[in-house]
């Protein structure tokens, strides 16, 4: 039962499963070897797994959305150039399989793939001739025609693959990465793991208080289980001895800095392991910064207030600057832990602020809120990709006097320093329609099939006709 359970904790890491639910399962893995203080800890929010509730049913989906393949466009392509590749569609999910796959039917007429100009990149009658085409111009035109969509459709499959790419990393880091051997060469390792990357996908609230912090007491319970040695005060003892580090370390640190890369993780591991994670957030931060650019010079931002403009992609650029901030977090937090923080004093690249709705920056306004302090320091410095790739420069003194200037601990707030994360209180996971909270996953269900909250024109209900 105990590795069924993994199995099914391994597998969540690519789900978008609430907190609650992980928790049971990790009740069912740790059941005999928790604590008291442990099992009243993991309780909170075992007892609110859907297992546990009268209709074990929420409207919320439990994975991140997949990008739509090419299955319509590699369909009707196998019956004009009449192939054999139909034998397994689901496989054109994947953008190297319908690359392939253009290449090869694109050689049949000669056609270079990623060239569909009607104009320039067409073959003429002498051309075809010269090639041994012996097929009608008419003939010739539906078949460039259709790897014109095909090839349409593979620019637009690489692009959606991308930004759920940073979707997924903006929220849980690189916790797809980590393999099932390592993941389950330690169970509280992987208990942590899989409690933690679920509380990193919780959904954003429509709020003005501020978002749930993925670092709560239970997890911070389930990493000091990897830590220190189980307490063993008796329950008579007014006041238990003090936690022990465990004397044989069985800790996968490396699979835990995947997702929680803390300075206290980052000391677990050896100089070269530090060097392997320090190149992967770079990688991904030059990755991130050359797409946000793009966003950027195509989207009409306001970077002054960061409120959402008609025709502003707002959920790809909230999703690619959290992205760009988990990537940053993880590299200043890797720079410090190899005593390379002297780097700062040359290039030091700030946040990406994430749009606001309007009526979000209303309601921050009607309640007296000043304004995020952040927001202020990010009009103070340059752009942050623009700092990366070397066409303009940001010092560590720079962002500095941007913080001191509306009394913004750097430090604290993450700007020249990595972030520290104390334990929150756990809180039950919201049922959600459009970030806004409903106390029933059935009428969250039919709120969300009228539109409601969704800014789109809602269909009104009446309760008389449902």
Same mark, same amino acid.
């Given at each position: 039962?105990?590795?069924?359970?993994?199995?099914?904790?391994?597998?969540?890491?690519?789900?978008?499963?609430?907190?609650?639910?992980?928790?049971?399962?990790?009740?069912?893995? *740790?059941?005999?070897? *928790?604590?008291?203080?442990?099992?009243?800890?993991?309780?909170?929010?075992?007892?609110?797994?859907?297992?546990?509730?009268?209709?074990?049913?929420?409207? #919320?989906?439990?994975?991140?959305?997949?990008?739509?393949?090419?299955?319509?466009?590699?369909?009707?392509?196998?019956?004009?150039?009449?192939?054999?590749?139909?034998?397994?569609?689901?496989?054109?999910?994947?953008?190297?399989?319908?690359?392939?796959?253009?290449?090869?039917?694109?050689?049949?007429?000669?056609?270079?793939?990623?060239?569909?100009?009607?104009?320039?990149?067409?073959?003429?009658?002498?051309?075809?001739?010269?090639?041994?085409?012996?097929?009608?111009?008419?003939?010739?035109?539906?078949?460039?025609?259709?790897?014109?969509?095909?090839?349409?459709?593979?620019?637009? #499959?690489?692009?959606?693959?991308?930004?759920?790419?940073?979707?997924?990393?903006?929220?849980?880091?690189?916790?797809?990465?980590?393999?099932?051997?390592?993941?389950?060469?330690?169970?509280?390792?992987?208990?942590?793991?899989?409690?933690?990357?679920?509380?990193?996908?919780?959904?954003?609230?429509?709020?003005?208080?501020?978002?749930?912090?993925?670092?709560?007491?239970?997890?911070?319970?389930?990493?000091?289980?990897?830590?220190? !040695?189980?307490?063993?005060?008796?329950?008579?003892?007014?006041?238990?001895?003090?936690?022990?580090?465990?004397?044989?370390?069985?800790?996968?640190?490396?699979?835990?800095?995947?997702?929680?890369?803390?300075? !206290?993780?980052?000391?677990?591991?050896?100089? !070269?392991?530090?060097?392997?994670?320090?190149?992967?957030?770079?990688?991904?931060?030059?990755?991130?910064?050359?797409?946000?650019?793009?966003? &950027?010079?195509?989207?009409?931002?306001?970077?002054?207030?960061?409120?959402?403009?008609?025709?502003?992609?707002?959920?790809?650029?909230?999703?690619?600057?959290?992205? &760009?901030?988990?990537?940053?977090?993880?590299?200043?937090?890797?720079?410090?832990?190899?005593?390379?923080?002297?780097?700062?004093?040359?290039?030091?690249?700030?946040?990406?602020?994430?749009?606001?709705?309007?009526?979000?920056?209303? &309601?921050?306004?009607?309640?007296?809120?000043?304004?995020?302090?952040?927001?202020?320091?990010?009009?103070?410095?340059?752009?942050?990709?623009?700092?990366?790739?070397?066409?303009?420069?940001?010092?560590?003194?720079?962002?500095?006097?941007?913080?001191?200037?509306?009394?913004?601990?750097?430090?604290?707030?993450? &700007?020249?320093?990595?972030?520290?994360?104390?334990?929150?209180?756990?809180?039950?996971?919201?049922?959600?329609?459009?970030?806004?909270?409903?106390?029933?996953?059935?009428?969250?269900?039919?709120?969300?099939?009228?539109?409601?909250?969704?800014?789109?024109?809602?269909?009104?209900?009446?309760?008389?006709?449902?």
């Amino acid at each position: 039962m105990t590795h069924l359970n993994l199995d099914t904790l391994y597998e969540s890491l690519r789900l978008r499963k609430r907190p609650e639910d992980i928790a049971v399962l990790i009740k069912d893995v *740790l059941q005999e070897n *928790l604590d008291t203080k442990e099992m009243r800890q993991l309780n909170k929010a075992a007892s609110g797994a859907l297992r546990n509730k009268v209709w074990q049913y929420t409207s #919320m989906l439990e994975k991140f959305a997949d990008v739509s393949g090419a299955q319509v466009q590699v369909g009707r392509a196998i019956q004009l150039f009449k192939t054999d590749d139909a034998a397994d569609m689901s496989a054109y999910d994947d953008p190297l399989v319908v690359e392939a796959f253009l290449a090869k039917v694109s050689a049949v007429i000669h056609k270079n793939p990623g060239y569909s100009d009607y104009k320039t990149d067409r073959l003429n009658r002498e051309e075809r001739m010269a090639a041994g085409l012996d097929i009608s111009r008419r003939q010739y035109n539906k078949l460039f025609r259709c790897l014109r969509h095909l090839d349409k459709k593979l620019h637009t #499959m690489i692009r959606e693959h991308k930004k759920s790419l940073f979707q997924r990393i903006g929220k849980h880091g690189f916790a797809e990465d980590i393999s099932r051997e390592d993941f389950m060469k330690d169970v509280n390792s992987a208990c942590f793991i899989a409690y933690y990357n679920a509380r990193c996908n919780l959904r954003s609230e429509f709020t003005v208080s501020g978002q749930q912090r993925a670092y709560d007491e239970i997890a911070d319970m389930l990493l000091q289980r990897c830590l220190y !040695e189980p307490e063993t005060a008796d329950w008579w003892d007014i006041m238990p001895s003090k936690r022990q580090p465990r004397q044989e370390d069985t800790a996968n640190w490396w699979a835990i800095a995947q997702v929680y890369p803390d300075q !206290e993780v980052l000391r677990k591991l050896s100089p !070269e392991q530090q060097g392997m994670l320090l190149g992967k957030w770079t990688t991904l931060l030059e990755q991130v910064a050359a797409f946000l650019e793009d966003l &950027w010079q195509t989207n009409e931002i306001n970077r002054q207030s960061m409120v959402v403009q008609p025709g502003n992609d707002s959920s790809t650029w909230n999703n690619t600057a959290n992205a &760009w901030n988990k990537a940053r977090d993880g590299w200043m937090n890797l720079i410090y832990a190899l005593g390379m923080e002297f780097i700062l004093e040359e290039m030091c690249f700030g946040k990406v602020m994430r749009l606001i709705a309007g009526d979000v920056a209303a &309601w921050h306004h009607l309640t007296g809120s000043k304004g995020d302090t952040n927001l202020t320091v990010w009009n103070q410095v340059p752009l942050p990709w623009e700092v990366l790739s070397g066409k303009t420069t940001c010092t560590r003194e720079r962002v500095l006097a941007a913080c001191k200037a509306v009394n913004l601990d750097p430090e604290r707030s993450g &700007w020249i320093a990595p972030r520290t994360h104390q334990p929150v209180p756990f809180l039950p996971t919201p049922e959600l329609v459009h970030g806004v909270t409903v106390s029933n996953p059935y009428l969250a269900t039919l709120l969300k099939q009228h539109k409601y909250f969704s800014g789109k024109g809602a269909t009104p209900l009446f309760p008389g006709q449902n």
